[in-house]
């Protein structure tokens, strides 16, 4: 049986590292999106269904917009994130509060091409020492565009988000609930498997390498209380293989060890769960690899 309510689509952007999948979490009550303090963490779109009563709201997740187009991974980046403006209701796009960047005025840009209501979310508050110098920052940012309305928020703290949803919801259409209540989001268990699996490796890896590695899974089988899963971390050069694996296996040991006590929360299951490292040589400069390795403008 279908609902009516409130429904519509709602795009979360901004700039690399502002806090779009630490929001989109907040707003879940649980952990969908991986997250880390690297920035370009994300590199797909993906849903995520809230239902409450009588609205549901899918937001969209997105890829940090960015100026950087010197190989295909970030070109496609860019189109999986700004195609996410297309057909949505709503749009709210994050900046990190006393920042604006050549990156905030590209975000700007692309938003002319949409004429969906935009809020502006300014990010971050926490981490001022002294409150007052916001105000200035608000006055000036608010005058970019014609915004429906500014929030100055925490992601992190969850400060002004209660504020924030409820003016989502006002905006959002009246429609037909268009996922079953208990819908969480567009994307498979594989999916977010190798999804945590990317997290663990970005947050332990330096600077550059998680840039440089892609996870695919390789077998995924459940029985009675136990998920068999098998992932592939590709890499990009030989000597990448190395340090992903570490010193006697134990870098490679440590982060399957992460994953694995995340897919068991997730999956509500005892996780039986291999790794390898394998080198696929330019696989971030390649169309063909990238679509090989899962990566759609749109899910598949």
């Known amino acids: 049986m279908s609902t009516e309510g409130y429904c519509g689509y709602v795009a979360i952007i901004g700039k690399p ?43 969209v997740d ?18 999986a994130a700004t195609n996410s403006l297309v057909g949505v209701d709503v749009i709210v796009w994050l900046v990190e509060a006393l ?12 938003l002319a091409q949409s004429s969906a209501p935009v809020i ?21 940012v608010a005058t970019k565009r014609d915004f429906v309305e500014v929030f100055p928020i925490s992601a992190q703290k969850g400060q002004n988000l209660v504020e924030l949803e409820a003016k989502i919801t006002r905006l959002l259409p009246i429609n037909t609930f268009l996922f079953p209540d208990d819908q969480f989001t567009d994307r498979t268990e594989r999916f977010l498997a190798a999804e945590i699996v990317r997290e663990k490796l970005v947050r332990r890896l330096g600077a550059e390498l998680p840039y440089r590695l892609t996870v695919q899974i390789e077998h995924f089988s459940s029985e009675t209380n136990l998920t ?24 490679l040991k440590a982060i399957g060890e992460e994953a694995r006590k ?31 390795l899962g990566y759609y403008t749109t899910p598949p």
């Not at 806090?19 to 989109?24: I, R």
């Not at 997105?62 to 189109?79: E, F, I, S």
Request: include cysteine; proline fraction near 3%; hydrophobic fraction near 35%.
């Open 17 to 59: 590292n502002v806090g779009k999948s630490t929001l989109l979490n907040h707003f879940l009550g649980q952990k969908l999106s991986i997250t880390s303090r690297k920035p370009q963490t994300t590199r797909h779109r993906l849903l995520g269904i809230k239902t409450e009563g009588n609205t549901q709201i899918i937001y």
């Open 262 to 292: 995340d897919m068991e929360m997730m999956l509500a299951c005892k996780i039986f769960l291999r790794l390898w490292v394998k080198v696929k040589q330019g696989w971030c400069d390649d169309e063909r690899a990238l679509r090989q």
């Open 99 to 110: 920042q604006w960047t050549g990156e905030d005025s590209y975000v700007l840009k692309a």
């Open 62 to 79: 997105t890829p940090g917009l960015h100026q950087r187009k010197h190989n295909a991974m970030n070109r496609y980046l860019n189109r």
């Open 120 to 140: 502006l979310g300014i990010n971050k508050i926490d981490k001022l020492s002294d409150k007052k110098t916001l105000l200035p920052y608000l006055q000036e």
């Open 228 to 251: 068999h899963i098998s992932a592939i971390i590709w890499v990009e050069r030989k000597g990448q293989k190395p340090i992903v694996i570490g010193k006697k296996g134990q870098m």
